[in-house]
């Protein structure tokens, strides 16, 4: 396949997969906190009807080796996308996760909420057994796939 094709693809996908539709699927990202971990979850996009501001909330399985043992620490969250204008495909979003350990607040880009980066700081609110605990600064990547793609 060419270039062209492919870029063609990708403009494609990201065009209709930009704001102002009500989008629910998976999300598959990489995190690294006090450790690494992979997050795998499910997701559901919606706007509030001014085209200015969507909303992503999320559960997640925040999983990780640690210490001689695997880990798996249940996470929420909630995204907010900043939509500048229907012609862009780069919006910044803030972003706050929620686990029984931490509270991280974030902010970052996303390309038409497909693909997330984000930069975020964790605060500790309890220890797990076991585990070093989980604080200071957070980046991860990741990316939403929908079900219901239009």
Do not use: W
């Not at 559901?44 to 620490?73: C, E, P, Q, S, W």
């Not at 929620?98 to 909420?113: D, E, H, M, R, V």
Request: glycine share 10%; no cysteine.
């Amino acid at each position: 396949m060419t270039l062209r094709k492919i870029s063609t693809i990708f403009i494609l996908l990201f065009s209709s997969f930009a704001f102002s539709q009500n989008l629910f699927g998976v999300s598959g990202s990489y995190s690294n906190q006090s450790g690494n971990f992979a997050k795998l979850g499910l997701f559901y996009t919606f706007g509030l009807g001014d085209n200015m501001v969507d909303f992503k909330l999320y559960a997640n399985a925040n999983m990780g080796y640690m210490r001689d043992n695997f880990h798996v620490i249940p996470e929420v969250g909630i995204t907010g996308y900043v939509a500048a204008s229907q012609l862009m495909y780069i919006f910044p979003f803030v972003e706050s996760e929620f686990t029984p350990y931490t509270i991280t607040p974030k902010a970052g880009i996303s390309l038409a909420s497909f693909v997330d980066f984000g930069f975020g700081y964790g605060f500790k609110i309890n220890e797990k057994d076991s585990f070093k605990p989980i604080k200071g600064f957070q980046f991860s990547i990741g990316v939403n796939i929908p079900f219901n793609l239009k």
